[in-house]
């Protein structure tokens, strides 16, 4: 028997495997917090409802920027030389461990790994905020938030998921 698939699909409705599909369903809820979205699909769940017919949809995205502070010279360096310390002493500790000679003592490889992990933070940092070159001389942290949440459900369960979370109190 041969195989009814072309390459590259899923068993499931001949949906391209690893690619995004659009959310399909009715919507039985809209929230205005994923919490609450949340919240009401484990309603559904304790009311022995199929939850694997539903799905939570955040409808409206907006990139949101929010800038934590100022960069400086001293704060860049700072950073830099923190992040090198980290991973100079990971190499270090694992340089140390990997030694072959059992009576060596892992302090020279940790403090190896450590200077040269603070010297290569200070550079990378530098170069890449000399580059910028004022004109990003803040530090942020982005995020994805939805302006609702949708609660889909597959047509055939709609009218009874949509009756059991007009019972839920949020």
């Not at 609450?36 to 017919?53: G, I, K, N, T």
């Not at 929010?66 to 950073?79: E, I």
């Amino acid at each position: 028997m041969t195989n009814p698939l072309q390459p590259g699909q899923s068993p499931r409705r001949g949906a391209p495997l690893g690619l995004p599909t659009p959310p399909k369903g009715w919507p039985i809820g809209s929230y205005p917090t994923y919490a609450e979205a949340q919240r009401a699909v484990d309603h559904l769940s304790d009311q022995e409802f199929p939850v694997e017919q539903v799905t939570i949809v955040g409808v409206d995205l907006m990139q949101v920027e929010r800038v934590t502070g100022r960069l400086t010279w001293p704060k860049v360096l700072g950073g830099g030389a923190a992040t090198g310390a980290w991973l100079g002493l990971f190499i270090g500790l694992v340089l140390g461990f990997l030694n072959s000679n059992p009576e060596a003592s892992i302090l020279g490889p940790l403090i190896a790994g450590l200077l040269a992990g603070i010297l290569f933070g200070l550079i990378t940092s530098a170069i890449q905020y000399a580059m910028a070159r004022g004109t990003r001389d803040f530090s942020s942290t982005m995020q994805l938030v939805a302006g609702r949440y949708d609660v889909l459900c597959d047509p055939q369960s709609a009218e009874t998921g949509r009756d059991l979370l007009a019972r839920l109190k949020i």
